[in-house]
């Protein structure tokens, strides 16, 4: 019996399934965008900015932990607002499409990207030169507390039926960088000075923040686990 070959696509011919991929991701582009929060997070990088932008950052002494320092608070403000990145108030509807919920967060996640480099840039450039401390380190923590936030979100949809679960994520971003900030013991520091000889080892973690949070928040848009519903007990004819 002769084997037939399967059919071969044409150079330059995309797979039916490729196509049909980017056909849906095109379509949700504008719903998705019209569901972001974008209040929360304007509020979030309005609120970094003006913290960054300080007056009074000018007339500091010419060391970089103060720089450091408003750095960071301005990273914690944008990073409340990234919390609620995942609200979305029509959840119980969209729950019930075709289109898993990995690619709509995907879809969330990407529309906010580019936004927040493009803001951590201009906070960057709001701090003076003369107290702006090292550009990659401070950048690396600000990227591990933007991962926290949307990591903290990513449970909050995983494990819970809140449609809008931000403002309870925001402020255990909020209560946990205070807990990092001061009540780590030395060994686990995260929150130190430039010259502290503590600097590299603090940001070595940083990095485990960082990836831990990406994983844990990857793994988290898969879809929400559905509570389990008591089935209805059959009364026996003769009860």
């Known amino acids: ?18 196509a049909s991929v ?13 569901s972001l929060p974008r209040r929360a997070l304007a509020a979030g990088a309005v609120l970094g900015l003006l913290i960054a932008g300080a007056p ?11 720089g450091l320092n408003i750095l960071r608070a301005a990273a914690l403000a944008f990073g409340l607002g990234v919390a609620f990145l995942l609200d979305d108030p029509a959840r119980h509807t969209t729950s019930a499409v075709p289109t898993r919920r990995p690619v709509r967060v995907g879809i969330r996640v990407a529309f906010a990207v580019p936004f ?3 803001w951590w840039a201009a906070a960057l450039l709001l701090v003076p030169g003369d107290v702006r401390p090292p550009v990659g380190a ?9 991962a926290l936030a949307l990591a903290g979100a990513g449970l909050a949809v995983r494990f819970t039926e809140s449609a809008e679960p931000g403002i309870g994520v925001s402020g255990g971003l909020l209560g946990g960088g205070l807990a990092a900030a001061f ?6 520091a995260l929150v130190v000075a430039v010259h502290d000889p503590r600097w590299d080892g603090a940001h070595e973690r940083w990095a485990g923040v960082l990836v831990v949070a990406v994983l844990v928040g990857a793994a988290a848009w898969a ?5 389990r519903t008591a089935m209805p007990v059959r009364r026996s004819a003769g009860a």
Do not use: K
Request: aromatic letters at 8%; glycine letters at 2%; hydrophobic letters at 50%.
């Open 1 to 18: 019996m002769r084997r037939v070959a399967a059919p071969v696509p044409e150079p330059g011919t995309r797979a039916p399934a490729t």
């Open 22 to 34: 980017y056909a849906v991701i095109r379509a949700l582009l504008q719903p998705v965008w019209r």
């Open 56 to 66: 009074w950052v000018l007339s500091v002494s010419r060391d970089s932990w103060p």
């Open 116 to 118: 927040a480099a493009l």
């Open 138 to 146: 401070v950048t690396l923590e600000a990227a591990a507390v933007a």
């Open 183 to 188: 009540l780590l013991p030395d060994r686990w």
């Open 223 to 227: 879809e929400p686990l559905r509570r």
